[in-house]
């Protein structure tokens, strides 16, 4: 059976924490207590793949076995939210400090309307065998999420139904959906797989790409620029919403999984091997930070100044970012 390319596909970090689309997944957890405190040796053992920022100090992240767990504190405590039985979930995303949604596998999808201390079912497909890699809100009502085998689902009354819409002719799996400052949304995926929409996810068009490699991720930098990552340690940037692409030099060949824009325009990409990149310069050039762990990472969420948080295998890892040169 053909591995799910997505986060944490086989090859991407050759570490056993590979999920096969269609394989016997553990047990979902069930349905958890907001009051239930989380402690570092309990974090340790989590595997959590997203997270996001909500408002000044809240930071939700989910992961295995559909657990969501927040701090209101940078990250220095944790507790579990109020959530429904669920499998592994893949991305969160808010567009505001109270409206978010989560996704997952068996096409999953969350929603929350209190920051993330409670959580509903909006969607699930189990028998489809389709695990949901990312999801983006345009508003709070007009949402789109992607995932593997094609999977492509939208919403334009807040979630309360879903609709299923094939985009691709063959069924490559969608890793991840970006938004840039414009309105213009570009997906990521297998093999090099690269759409682009100037019409807020109506219409998409197939982009030629500069890698034959599965790209897992993107974000935009302060000036516009979209900055890719996937297989092999692979970065590309495109200033021109995706229709053309320059390599960036990256001397690791670690996967690349997740990353994030910082508050002062700073970029960080992590990976396998516990591999973090950061960038000053928009995403023309990385550096390689010291994380102190070969655990793989799948995204870091900015925390307090200086500070950053690193998700993956080990739960939460904290490290402090390196003073920029004047």
């Known amino acids: 059976m053909r591995r799910l390319r997505g986060f944490l596909g086989a090859a991407a970090i050759g570490c056993g924490l590979a999920f096969c689309a269609g394989a016997q997944q553990p047990a979902a957890t069930p349905a958890a207590d907001a009051s239930a405190p989380f402690g570092p040796t309990t974090l340790q053992r989590l595997l959590l793949i997203d997270g996001a920022r909500v408002g000044p100090t809240r930071i939700v992240t989910v992961g295995d076995r559909g657990y969501i767990v927040v701090s209101d504190d940078e990250g220095k405590s944790w507790r579990r939210a109020k959530s429904p039985p669920a499998p592994l979930l893949t991305a969160v995303r808010f567009v505001d400090a109270k409206q978010g949604w989560a996704v997952g596998h068996d096409s999953v999808i969350l ?44 919403t334009v009354d807040g979630g309360k139904t879903w609709t299923e819409r094939k985009v691709l002719p063959d069924d490559k799996h969608l890793n991840a959906i970006v938004r840039q400052a414009d309105g213009k949304l570009v997906i990521l995926g297998e093999a090099g797989t690269l759409l682009a929409s100037a019409d807020a996810g109506k219409t998409w068009a197939t982009v030629a790409s500069p890698y034959k490699g599965s790209l897992f991720g993107g974000v935009v930098a302060d000036d516009g620029a979209i900055v890719a990552f996937g297989l092999r340690g692979r970065i590309y940037r495109s200033t021109d919403a995706g229709r053309t692409w320059t390599q960036v030099e990256n001397a690791s060949t670690s996967t690349l999984m997740g990353g994030a824009r910082l508050a002062d325009g700073s970029l960080v990409v992590v990976g396998a091997a516990g591999t973090a990149l950061l960038s000053r310069d928009a995403g023309r050039t990385f550096t390689r930070l010291d994380t102190g762990t070969t655990r793989a990472l799948s995204r870091p969420v900015p925390a307090a100044a200086g500070a950053l948080l690193l998700l993956g295998e080990a739960g939460v890892r904290t490290m402090a970012l390196p003073v920029a040169r004047q």
């Open 111 to 154: 929603a929350s309307n209190d920051g993330g201390d409670t959580w509903t079912q909006q969607f699930s497909a189990p028998a489809q065998q389709r695990p949901l890699m990312d999801v983006l809100f345009l508003d709070a009502a007009s949402g789109i999420a992607v995932g593997a085998y094609g999977a492509y689902y939208e």
